[in-house]
């Protein structure tokens, strides 16, 4: 096979690879974890159709200067007795590739700042979560209704994490990602979060939401979520915070609104028999 030939089979090959990573279903069950996940929050959507934009964008530029330049090395060698041609400084080659990449990134840079601003909006949120991180766990206060939890990584992983423990981590249902009290929040809900932490800086990262908020001590940092399909979703704290920040682990259980409703009720009773046990 010659140069050429073995040249096209391998720009051939590698479709499959961009068919792959532009095929939405795929994207959806993240077979082989290939792509970015697309969330389940409308800002989660608009990072994931982004992010798809600039990845179609790069290919074609990464696919024609790549291809460009093997052109060039193959059918321009020196064993072919090429020679340079002598001239330089072409002004409207330079002009074009100086105002199309501009274009192109102010093209970008219109959907990016759109998604930004969205991300920074909480007006008209329907419920208010305040997110405190410790070392080493989360405490949920639920401004509206009163609830307050603390949320810390569940036995089964703290136990099996332990030196010399003799548990089998690949054993352990979802290993470093389980906790002992779940976040329950409903369904198409916009819900605010607060975040901030009492001890050091932590960060509340749950990729499916499509942010992660820094959990600084004295500051408080909000964002917001519309979590569009019930289910369980987990995450980890973001920020190197001590010895024990890969064991702070998040998970959040979305349900219908009349099932957190009755979540909501189950809690406040709860917490008001201990109360009352207590006195
Ligand atoms: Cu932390």
Same mark, same amino acid.
């Given at each position: 096979?010659?140069?050429?030939?073995?040249?096209?089979?391998?720009?051939?090959?590698?479709?499959?690879?961009?068919?792959?990573?532009?095929?939405?279903? @795929?994207?959806?069950? @993240?077979?082989?974890?290939?792509?970015?996940?697309?969330?389940?929050?409308?800002?989660?959507?608009?990072?994931?159709?982004?992010?798809?934009?600039?990845?179609?964008?790069?290919?074609?530029?990464?696919?024609?200067?790549? =291809?460009?330049?093997?052109?060039?090395?193959?059918?321009?060698?020196?064993?072919? =007795?090429?020679?340079?041609?002598?001239?330089?400084?072409?002004?409207?080659?330079?002009?074009?590739?100086?105002?199309?990449?501009?274009?192109?990134?102010?093209?970008?840079?219109?959907?990016?700042?759109?998604?930004?601003?969205?991300?920074?909006?909480?007006? =008209?949120?329907?419920?208010?979560?305040?997110?405190?991180?410790?070392?080493?766990?989360?405490?949920?206060?639920?401004?509206?209704?009163?609830?307050?939890?603390?949320?810390?990584?569940?036995?089964?992983?703290?136990?099996?994490?332990?030196? =010399?423990?003799?548990?089998?981590?690949?054993?352990?249902?979802?290993?470093?990602?389980?906790?002992?009290?779940?976040?329950?929040?409903?369904?198409?809900?916009?819900?605010?979060?607060?975040?901030?932490?009492?001890?050091?800086?932590?960060?509340?990262?749950?990729?499916?939401?499509?942010?992660?908020?820094?959990?600084?001590?004295?500051?408080? @940092?909000?964002?917001?979520?519309?979590?569009?399909?019930?289910?369980?979703?987990?995450?980890?704290?973001?920020?190197?915070?001590?010895?024990?920040?890969?064991?702070?682990?998040?998970?959040?259980?979305?349900?219908?609104?009349?099932?957190?409703?009755?979540?909501?009720?189950?809690?406040?009773?709860?917490?008001?028999?201990? @109360?009352?046990?207590?006195?």
């Amino acid at each position: 096979m010659t140069l050429s030939k073995k040249l096209i089979v391998a720009c051939i090959s590698i479709i499959p690879t961009f068919v792959l990573a532009l095929e939405p279903e @795929n994207v959806n069950d @993240n077979k082989w974890g290939l792509n970015l996940p697309k969330g389940v929050t409308p800002f989660s959507q608009d990072i994931y159709d982004l992010h798809m934009i600039v990845l179609f964008i790069v290919t074609i530029i990464g696919v024609g200067v790549f =291809g460009a330049m093997f052109y060039a090395m193959y059918a321009f060698r020196k064993s072919k =007795g090429a020679q340079a041609e002598a001239w330089h400084e072409n002004h409207i080659v330079e002009a074009i590739w100086t105002v199309i990449p501009l274009f192109i990134l102010v093209g970008i840079a219109v959907p990016a700042t759109e998604a930004l601003i969205k991300m920074e909006d909480v007006s =008209g949120s329907e419920m208010t979560v305040k997110v405190t991180g410790y070392q080493w766990m989360w405490q949920y206060d639920y401004v509206d209704s009163g609830v307050s939890m603390y949320s810390k990584i569940a036995e089964s992983s703290n136990f099996a994490r332990q030196r =010399g423990s003799g548990v089998d981590p690949s054993s352990v249902d979802n290993y470093l990602l389980e906790v002992d009290q779940v976040v329950v929040l409903p369904v198409d809900t916009k819900i605010r979060f607060l975040t901030t932490a009492a001890d050091v800086i932590h960060a509340w990262w749950v990729p499916a939401l499509g942010w992660k908020r820094d959990a600084i001590p004295g500051f408080i @940092n909000e964002s917001w979520a519309k979590i569009k399909k019930t289910g369980i979703y987990r995450g980890q704290c973001a920020e190197l915070c001590g010895k024990d920040h890969g064991f702070m682990p998040i998970v959040i259980k979305v349900v219908e609104k009349d099932e957190f409703n009755s979540w909501v009720a189950q809690k406040l009773e709860d917490t008001e028999t201990r @109360n009352l046990a207590k006195n």
